[in-house]
């Protein structure tokens, strides 16, 4: 669902433009498949890929409780898409596109591996204390413009494979590697292209993005497709996409319950409040039972 509403708003505001998106997957129910079907148009194409065991990944270095080994499908990319295009545009499924990406696409990436979009200064800091590489350069790696070529004739795939399995804890998984092993390749383009945003449960955040934002990406563990978070912004492009009929999922945490039931306590919610505050008590409930069971059990 959250890939559905980014390639929906990608959609909703580039309708001049023909499109092939590539949807690399490691599960994909039929009622989901039928959701993106809903998406083909004579603008619009899809190419659904499955991921297999052979794609493996070290766990250990997936330490961001958030990310998965899916995370790390962007090494492969270059390899499968290089018979088709010379340059393809990867974007993270935590994204919501705002404006027309013509900009980006159409940036000249001809002597470069990729063009990227620069991390903000807390994470150059934090890097610049872990790796030995220009932490000023250092980039978010949610959104890609990839020369396939380039990457093809430097044999990346097989660089970042072995370097993600290396046996080493990479702090930021794949994001870290790509930085280590793209170093001096890449052109960094304009902070709008790749806005970052930490929401919190109100999501005032949105209204403080700047107006020529292109590509808003919701980073850290908090996703706007959960109830317990008041965006606006995704609830406009999830109504707008197939997916408009479902409901979204609830929370990920049941901390995130009683937060946004307190939320909407100060909204003058007060239904949803209640609502919110029973479904706190009640998981709250069902894991001390479970708790309680693991221990009897054990003894």
Same mark, same amino acid.
């Given at each position: 669902?959250?890939?559905?509403?980014?390639?929906?708003?990608?959609? #909703?505001?580039?309708?001049?433009?023909?499109?092939?998106?590539?949807?690399?997957?490691?599960?994909?129910?039929?009622?989901?498949?039928?959701?993106?079907?809903?998406?083909?148009?004579?603008?619009?194409?899809?190419?659904? =890929?499955?991921?297999?065991?052979?794609?493996?990944?070290?766990?250990?270095?997936?330490? +961001?409780?958030?990310?998965?080994?899916?995370?790390?499908?962007?090494?492969?990319?270059?390899?499968? +898409? %290089?018979?088709?295009?010379?340059?393809?545009?990867?974007?993270?499924?935590?994204?919501?596109? +705002?404006?027309?990406?013509?900009? +980006? %696409?159409?940036?000249?990436?001809?002597?470069?591996?990729?063009?990227?979009?620069?991390?903000?200064?807390?994470?150059?800091?934090?890097?610049?204390? /872990? %790796?030995?590489?220009?932490?000023?350069?250092?980039?978010?790696?949610?959104?890609?413009? /990839?020369?396939?070529?380039?990457?093809?004739?430097?044999?990346?795939?097989?660089?970042?494979?072995?370097?993600?399995?290396?046996?080493?804890? =990479?702090?930021?998984?794949?994001?870290?590697?790509?930085?280590?092993?793209?170093?001096?390749?890449?052109?960094?383009?304009?902070?709008?292209?790749?806005?970052?945003?930490?929401?919190?449960?109100?999501?005032?955040?949105?209204?403080?993005?700047?107006?020529?934002?292109?590509?808003?990406?919701?980073?850290?563990?908090?996703?706007?497709?959960?109830?317990?978070?008041?965006?606006?912004?995704?609830?406009?492009?999830?109504?707008?996409?197939?997916?408009?009929?479902?409901?979204?999922?609830?929370?990920?945490?049941?901390?995130?319950?009683?937060?946004?039931?307190? #939320?909407?306590?100060?909204?003058?919610?007060?239904?949803?409040?209640?609502?919110?505050?029973?479904?706190?008590?009640?998981?709250?409930?069902?894991?001390?039972? =479970?708790?309680?069971?693991?221990?009897?059990?054990?003894?």
């Amino acid at each position: 669902m959250p890939a559905g509403v980014t390639i929906s708003s990608i959609i #909703y505001n580039n309708p001049d433009l023909f499109f092939c998106f590539h949807l690399f997957v490691d599960n994909l129910s039929d009622r989901n498949l039928q959701k993106f079907k809903m998406l083909v148009s004579e603008c619009v194409l899809f190419k659904i =890929y499955h991921l297999n065991d052979k794609f493996t990944i070290n766990p250990d270095t997936l330490v +961001l409780g958030y990310l998965s080994a899916i995370s790390c499908v962007r090494f492969i990319l270059p390899d499968i +898409l %290089y018979p088709e295009t010379d340059k393809f545009l990867y974007i993270d499924s935590d994204i919501l596109c +705002l404006k027309s990406i013509s900009p +980006l %696409y159409n940036v000249d990436i001809t002597n470069y591996v990729a063009g990227v979009i620069p991390d903000d200064d807390v994470m150059k800091n934090h890097i610049k204390k /872990i %790796y030995k590489i220009n932490s000023d350069n250092y980039f978010n790696s949610g959104v890609l413009l /990839i020369n396939t070529k380039k990457w093809i004739d430097s044999n990346l795939t097989i660089q970042c494979m072995a370097r993600i399995n290396d046996g080493r804890i =990479y702090e930021f998984a794949d994001q870290d590697v790509l930085n280590i092993l793209l170093e001096n390749t890449t052109c960094l383009l304009p902070v709008k292209f790749n806005t970052k945003i930490h929401i919190t449960t109100s999501c005032k955040e949105e209204k403080e993005i700047a107006p020529y934002t292109v590509l808003l990406h919701y980073v850290t563990g908090y996703k706007p497709w959960y109830q317990t978070f008041n965006s606006q912004l995704f609830q406009k492009y999830f109504l707008l996409s197939p997916w408009h009929d479902e409901k979204r999922p609830l929370a990920l945490k049941r901390s995130w319950l009683r937060r946004y039931a307190m #939320y909407c306590m100060k909204e003058k919610k007060y239904i949803l409040s209640m609502k919110f505050y029973y479904l706190y008590l009640f998981k709250k409930l069902l894991d001390c039972k =479970y708790y309680l069971f693991k221990i009897f059990n054990f003894r």
